[in-house]
């Protein structure tokens, strides 16, 4: 019986070291933050879209590019990372193929219906056909932040003179429909 109680105490003593408070410490170990050093400036890719569109009575080629231009100020994000800028030409062809309207946009065409963080930091991101609206073609076009899913829509609308008018955009959305027809036949274009 000596031999099953000093087995007892034996096992005893051992759960109640186990259990022995174990001394704490107030430091923290991290992992060590590797800083992201920018890279070489950040291009997106050129975009070409061309639709046909029924527009005065008449069908007309819209040819929508959009390239990034080394010729425009880079923008820097909150890292340093610099992105190159894009420029979007327009043009609208005649059934011949003639051009009836041709314009080029940047961001500093859009700078007053934008606020500062996104005239310092954004860059002109997209700009696509929408619809045919009596006289006028309209287009959705942003500004954004580079690599957020931040930005400013903008609703650009030309008319058969080839005027431009810009808004911001209340509604985010773009039916990019080219069936739309107002049937007229004004002079212009």
Do not use: H
Request: proline share 4%; aromatic share 6%; hydrophobic share 35%.
């Amino acid at each position: 019986m000596n031999r099953q109680l000093t087995i007892l105490a034996l096992a005893a003593l051992a759960a109640l070291a186990g259990c022995k408070e174990k001394k704490q410490t107030e430091d923290i170990i991290a992992p060590r933050m590797e800083v992201v050093k920018p890279s070489g400036p950040i291009r997106m890719q050129p975009y070409n879209d061309t639709r046909s569109v029924q527009w005065l009575g008449k069908e007309y080629k819209v040819e929508v590019s959009r390239t990034p231009s080394d010729s425009l100020p880079k923008v820097k994000d909150e890292t340093g990372q610099q992105f190159v800028d894009n420029r979007i030409t327009l043009v609208v062809r005649r059934a011949d193929g003639s051009v009836a309207i041709q314009k080029s946009f940047t961001k500093a065409t859009f700078e007053s219906y934008v606020d500062a963080a996104y005239r310092k930091g954004g860059i002109l991101e997209g700009f696509v056909f929408d619809a045919v609206d009596g006289q006028q073609l309209e287009f959705a076009a942003s500004i954004c932040l580079p690599q957020t899913d931040e930005y400013i829509p903008l609703e650009v609308k030309i008319d058969n003179f080839g005027n431009v008018k810009i808004e911001r955009d209340s509604q985010m959305d773009t039916n990019g429909s080219s069936d739309d027809n107002d049937g007229d036949d004004d002079e212009g274009v």
